[in-house]
């Protein structure tokens, strides 16, 4: 498979970790951070995310995808559903539905941003509802941990179906750098990439330190619900039980000494009090 020579060389380039920065956000250079809406999950049951469902009534989950703007490039972080489903109404996937009103493509184009100008394209892992849009972005460097390439593209089956080349196999072609842990996106402390595996080998967050909103935690898929955090529920899907609950206590711990504000990407209710595209947070 073209796929697995590709990642099989790659994964002899790796950048290695860097020490991790906790100053604040006075210094850095002015970054502006976008939200889009790109879609909707609905779970009539949410066992499998580590939950009863009498421990929470909600139900719909958000699914966004993110902009960072930095003076040195741009960064797309998640996204989001597959485009193809968008206007069309509610999708059935068996277990759960999806929705998603407008594509990612749409909304950057209200901004007058073209796929091809974004430099680089990091997702918190490779599950079908953060790679939606991916394969629109051939020229931006992926950003992702050796580990995540290795399972997602040279052993996809050996993790249950949450794995598929159909949803990210165009990404083999991008330019990429394999990270082995935290890492310094532009140099200057002001978007760090924070390796968080356990929901999947090589799931990440990202901390992007803002001038006026402050430090910026999104949370990929470490928490789904808010359940979740305070109940330090592991989905039954994820890679490494132990691993995720280990991440879990880095990001607090990160948290606690930054004193940033966390987002659980998939929290509706969080969802509903932020501004969209084109507005931004800086």
């Not at 469902?53 to 960072?68: A, G, K, M, Q």
């Not at 680089?120 to 580990?147: E, M, N, W, Y």
């Not at 997602?152 to 082995?180: C, I, K, Q, S």
């Amino acid at each position: 498979m073209k796929c697995r020579k590709i990642a099989l060389a790659c994964l002899f380039c790796a950048v290695p970790s860097v020490a991790f920065s906790t100053d604040g956000p006075a210094d850095n250079p002015l970054v502006r951070l976008y939200v889009f809406d790109c879609g909707e999950l609905s779970f009539p049951d949410i066992s499998a995310f580590g939950l009863n469902n009498s421990d929470t009534d909600v139900r719909r989950l958000f699914v966004p995808c993110y902009l960072i703007r930095h003076p040195e490039g741009d960064l797309l972080w998640d996204a989001g559903l597959d485009p193809a489903i968008a206007g069309q109404g509610v999708v059935s996937a068996g277990a759960f539905t999806m929705t998603c009103a407008r594509s990612l493509l749409d909304q950057m184009d209200d901004m007058g941003l073209s796929p091809d100008e974004v430099d680089f394209i990091a997702l918190s892992h490779l599950h079908f509802d953060h790679v939606g849009a991916a394969k629109q972005f051939p020229k931006a460097t992926l950003l992702i941990q050796a580990a995540e390439y290795e399972a997602a593209f040279l052993r996809p089956e050996e993790f249950g179906g949450v794995y598929d080349l159909e949803w990210y196999g165009d990404l083999a072609g991008n330019p990429r750098r394999l990270l082995t842990g935290d890492h310094d996106v532009f140099g200057d402390g002001s978007v760090m990439i924070v390796s968080a595996p356990g929901h999947t080998p090589g799931h990440q967050v990202l901390l992007v330190n803002l001038r006026n909103a402050g430090p910026v935690l999104l949370s990929g898929d470490l928490f789904h619900f808010r359940a979740t955090r305070r109940l330090r529920a592991v989905p039954t899907f994820n890679s490494d039980a132990n691993q995720t609950l280990a991440s879990m206590d880095k990001i607090e711990r990160l948290i606690a000494e930054t004193g940033a504000t966390l987002w659980i990407e998939h929290d509706r209710a969080l969802a509903e009090t932020l501004k969209l595209a084109p507005a931004a947070y800086d």
